[in-house]
């Protein structure tokens, strides 16, 4: 089974411009979330998609948002970058067959690098 | 507030030893626990979990232990091998928290041969 997909790996932006990550969470896994891993904050905790809903925030401004589809598949979205957004953005998805206490399953992330 | 805490940023152990890796946490709702090993640039690997109705939960070489009333945890590797080393992130849910994970600061792990 294909694990959690993650495209593009890598992406430079510069102040101001907006972004759009995505994320293919593994087959069969209806439960999507973000985090976003700096030096200094370390795994921070974004959002969380199921069923196309956000059933979850993290403590970041409303210029991070997100969405999910029908097939399950999660795109995260930022708009007016700024230099501490420069990190590793990781998706992670689980099950969900209704246990609560699910492994999160991470994708390789994708680097942002904002100038 | 960090919750979840690892205390130790870094441990050097020799091969064929055993490697003890701590978390400490805060919040009594936490109720699921996992650890995380993590190459740079690459995303969390999934090590071994235990849910807060266990005290034990081994896989392999990977033993966790869990503390509730110390509200501590330890990872605990043997024998370990070079192929071990890695940053571990300690990682904590709570039920009502849905698939939100409270992740530790990490420890770099360092295996020598």
């Known amino acids: 089974k294909a694990g959690v997909t993650q495209t593009p790996r890598y992406l430079i932006k510069t102040r101001g411009q907006q972004v759009t990550l995505s994320c293919s969470p593994i087959?069969?896994?209806?439960?999507v979330s973000w985090y976003q891993q700096t030096p200094g904050q370390g795994l921070q905790f974004l959002f969380e998609?199921?069923?196309?809903?956000?059933?979850n925030k993290g403590n970041f401004p409303g210029r991070f948002s997100g969405r999910q589809f029908s097939n399950s598949r999660s795109e995260m979205n930022v708009s007016t970058l700024e230099l501490g957004d420069s990190a590793l953005y990781l998706c992670?998805?689980?099950?969900?067959?209704?246990?609560?206490?699910?492994?999160?399953?991470f994708g390789p992330g994708t680097r942002l690098l904002v100038l | 507030d960090q919750q979840v805490k690892q205390n130790s940023p870094s441990l050097s152990v020799q091969e064929g030893r055993i490697s003890i890796l701590n978390c400490d946490y805060t919040n009594s709702m936490f109720d699921y626990f996992l650890w995380y090993k993590k190459y740079p640039a690459e995303g969390p690997t999934f090590l071994i979990s235990i849910s807060s109705i266990k005290d034990k939960n081994e896989d392999g070489r990977f033993t966790v232990f869990l503390n509730k009333s110390a509200k501590h945890l330890s990872l605990h590797i043997v024998p370990s091998q070079p192929g071990d080393s890695a940053v571990y992130f300690c990682?904590?849910?709570?039920?009502?928290?849905?698939?939100?994970?409270?992740f530790g600061t990490g420890t770099r792990l360092l295996v020598s041969p």
């Open positions: 087959s069969g896994h209806r439960s």
């Open positions: 992670a998805s689980s099950l969900n067959a209704g246990n609560l206490q699910e492994t999160q399953y």
């Open positions: 998609y199921f069923s196309e809903t956000q059933r």
């Open positions: 990682a904590a849910s709570a039920s009502t928290g849905f698939q939100k994970l409270v």
